[in-house]
């Protein structure tokens, strides 16, 4: 999108792919680099003094890369703008999820509640690297010192971010966006559809509990792969619910005709989803979406107009409002049309350039009044 308005874009990335190279005894400097990665520092440094750029956008740092690119883009006077994708600063596990509900004790309390509960990667010492992390890098001040300005994806995650104490001033919102334009479906399907990662936060088993309730013959299926993958068929076979079709990990093209074939997408998740891409996606393709009344789900979501909202974790009211939309077909296909125009008003790249452009600016702005 940036290159297409003209702009010029120079990327620099790690992957975290790269620790499974690391020697044992390289892997034992893994919390330190994690904090303060020398080696990127030393190569955004070169980058830098070699391509002049206006901003540098970071998207994440974690792990290979770490804060220490803020530090290179500080010595040379370049602003950063940050896009919190998650909610890494305040969460270790960065979903604020624990036992099958919404945690926020770190955010409440302390990052070492993270840490007796194990929540990243169900380990204890893995969590402590990562909180450790955290809290050195609030009491050296990185955020609120070398970043200019942060991008939250939508009005809830600016509101957690602004309580974990990240200056207000500086948290704009600006959402993610769908592009190309897939196109509005012609005419509404004959199934249910849930596109995801199958994994516990997701909220696939409260889904297959609330099909258990409904007629046999209402249709579901399921888009993706994840960690719960086997135990969900599983609990469809024990249901004995022979209209739920797992239908495995679909490339981008073919999850967006499932979505334009689908009656109504359903969003189950019982975490805070910072945006829920996958809604934008539905909007674009006219699909009306039911989803759980949390979090920035609730906020893409208008109850009533764009699709419906249930109350998360009950699977009782989930089924009663997937009975409601498909008895009530031609209801949700007027949802359908008035998220279309949701996606055409906010989730367009057309729309999305300008607010990132006007993001730019005011972080080079702030930068050359420092």
Known sequence: ???????????????????????????????????????????????LAETCPDVVHVHNTSYMMSPSIYGACKAKG???????????????????FRDGKVC????????????????????????????LGLALHRRWGTWDKLVTSFIALTEFGRKQFIAAGLPAGNILVKPNFVDPDPGEREQPGEYALFVGRLSREKGLPILLEAWGQLPRHYALHVIGDGPEEEGLKAQARQQGLSAVQFRGRLSHQEAIAAMKRARFLIVPSGFYETFGLCIA????????????????????????????????GDANDLAAKVGWAWAHPKEMDAM??????????????????????????????????A
Not at 284 to 291: F, K, L, M, Q, R
């Open 1 to 47: 999108m940036l290159e297409q308005g003209g702009n010029e874009v120079i990327t620099y990335c790690r992957s975290n792919d790269e620790i499974a190279k690391l020697s044992g005894l390289e892997r034992l400097t893994l919390v330190k680099r994690s904090i303060w990665a020398g080696d990127t520092q030393r190569e955004m440094t070169q980058l």
């Open 78 to 96: 370049i602003p950063v703008v940050q896009t919190l994708h998650n909610f890494r600063l305040m969460c270790p596990s960065v979903t604020f």
């Open 104 to 131: 926020e004790e770190c955010a409440d309390h302390s990052l070492w509640r993270g840490v007796y509960h194990g929540c990243y990667r169900d380990s204890r010492l893995a969590t402590a690297s990562v909180a």
């Open 281 to 312: 996606e539905a909007f674009a393709c006219g699909t009306p979406v039911i989803c759980s009344r949390l979090g920035a789900m609730q906020e893409l979501v208008s109850d009533g107009r764009t699709g419906l909202h249930f109350t998360s």
């Open 336 to 369: 359908g049309r008035e998220g279309r125009a949701e996606y055409e008003t906010k989730y367009t790249a057309d729309r999305n350039y300008p607010m990132l452009m006007n993001i730019y600016e005011s972080a080079i702005q702030a930068q050359r009044a």
